[in-house]
């Protein structure tokens, strides 16, 4: 397996575009969130799980945070502390009942991946997951990884 500096040095060179990693800044977070929200409203047919509040977004979360926590213990937990803020947001969101989550969640989506796209095509390069999809987990974890930095946690 890549080692998270591999990752990141692979999924920086279509990111060196200062508006391009403004609008990362902004996109590769809420589209992280907005996938959980997708996930969040699909049925589970388990119903042991569904009684307990346990639906696809969380199953899935886990071998998400298992790879982060295999490239390094403080990429995975701080994934783990914004997938579990993510989390609570959709808690609070289903018990409002304002909206679905799933639809605020798509066109949320939407909005956030034309926006990805934009920074892209100023950037002049394509998104790093039409090489694998991979980089997909990749792009909140190399934000984290600045993050990290600033803070002078290694990773």
């Known amino acids: 397996m890549k080692s998270a ?4 040095s692979e999924y920086a060179v279509s990111h060196q575009n200062p508006t391009n990693k403004l609008i990362h ?10 996938v959980i929200g997708l996930l969040w409203q699909i049925p589970m047919p388990i119903a042991g799980f569904a009684e307990q509040g346990i639906n696809w ?3 899935l979360l886990v071998p998400a945070l298992l790879f982060y926590f295999l490239l390094s213990f403080s990429l995975g937990l701080g994934m783990t502390i914004f997938s579990a ?3 609570s947001l959709m808690r609070v969101l ?8 799933w639809l605020l969640s798509l066109l949320v ?8 796209f934009v920074g892209h095509k100023i950037e002049g390069k394509k998104p790093s997951f ?4 991979a980089f997909l987990l990749i792009g909140p974890a190399w934000l984290l990884g600045f993050v990290l930095k600033r803070l002078h946690i290694k990773y």
């Open 57 to 59: 977004a969380l199953l």
């Open 94 to 101: 289903e018990k409002q009942q304002v909206i679905d989550i």
């Open 25 to 34: 800044w902004f996109a590769v977070p809420t589209i992280y969130a907005t």
């Open 130 to 133: 039409f090489q694998d999809l």
């Open 85 to 87: 803020a993510v989390v």
């Open 109 to 116: 989506f939407i909005v956030m991946w034309v926006f990805q």
């Open 5 to 8: 500096e591999q990752w990141f």
